[in-house]
């Protein structure tokens, strides 16, 4: 699949990174993350959230809101990136569209049926994170009703199940369940290991765990893999906990690649 002239993903494409931060916390840091990113992987989907309208806690931060922060990930895009963000309400998918590349449909809102259609209108790819709730044969009903638009451009990510109270788990073999539908398959390596609220207002993680899941879902095939990268994890404005620390990036990317190599060899 062509995500756009400069990138695809998919078979026959070289392993695909989608990173960056989990929510704007600025336009320069954004740009910043970028730059620094496109250092390490070359052409990259880069990824922030104008808003997490599914935070913890009603004081945690959201982010800039969608009209400044649409701004801002255009001015991204205007940079010369390929963008992906979340959108949560079928009215934010034409606008979003505007301005970035990838729609993201979140995990707890994959079978929202009018946001599913909405987003495929725009003619946008869509990123369907399956649910921590949902079976890998299950999510195929939410791919066809992004196809039922008449757009075929899809992505299927997992994210991870939910396994008792604040706690997730990965199987593998639910990859390639996935790939079977004929869509490339996303691994998002970050929030597959974060502990759902379990810091009381806010979720917890386990990033000591990234690289081997990481490795194991590449070595199983997928076609890309996600990650939230920050420069400083613990000053992170959402998700650090389970963040991927900037530094560390570019000696896991190396290692990815030499799977998918492998893999594909």
């Known amino acids: 699949m062509r995500i ?3 990138l695809g993903i998919g078979e026959g494409a070289p392993l695909t990174l989608i990173a960056g931060p989990c929510v704007i916390e600025s336009a320069d840091h954004v740009h910043f993350l970028a730059r620094e990113i496109a250092k390490i992987a070359g052409p990259f989907i880069f990824k ?5 309208a599914n935070r913890s806690s009603v004081d945690s931060y959201r982010g800039p809101g969608l009209k400044e922060g649409l701004r801002i990930l255009r001015s991204v895009r205007d940079a010369g990136f390929i963008v992906l963000t979340d959108i949560h309400e079928p009215a934010q998918a034409a606008p979003a569209a505007e301005a970035v590349d990838i ?3 979140p995990a707890f809102l994959c079978r929202q049926t009018d946001l599913l259609v909405e ?3 725009t003619g946008r790819v869509v990123n369907i994170k399956k649910g921590q709730f949902v079976a890998p044969h299950d999510i195929r009903l939410a791919a066809e009703k992004v196809a039922s638009t008449g757009n075929q451009r899809i992505l299927l990510t997992e994210r991870g199940s939910s ?3 604040n706690n997730l788990v990965v199987d593998m073999r639910g990859l390639a369940v996935m790939r079977t539908f004929g869509y490339p398959v996303v691994f998002d390596a970050t929030h ?3 502990l759902p609220g379990a810091a009381g207002t806010a979720s917890g993680g386990q990033p000591e765990f990234i ?3 990481s490795r194991a879902a590449v070595g199983a095939g997928v076609d890309a893999v996600f990650m939230e990268v920050h420069e400083a994890p613990e000053r992170a404005l959402s998700d650090g906990a389970n963040a991927l620390r900037l530094d560390r990036l570019d000696a896991l990317w190396r290692r990815l690649q030499k799977i998918h190599a492998a893999v594909e060899d």
């Open 4 to 6: 756009t002239e400069k």
């Open 48 to 52: 922030a959230s104008f808003d997490k």
């Open 103 to 105: 729609l993201q449909i």
């Open 119 to 121: 987003a495929g209108r």
């Open 163 to 165: 396994f008792g109270y």
């Open 192 to 194: 597959s290991v974060q």
């Open 211 to 213: 690289e081997p899941l």
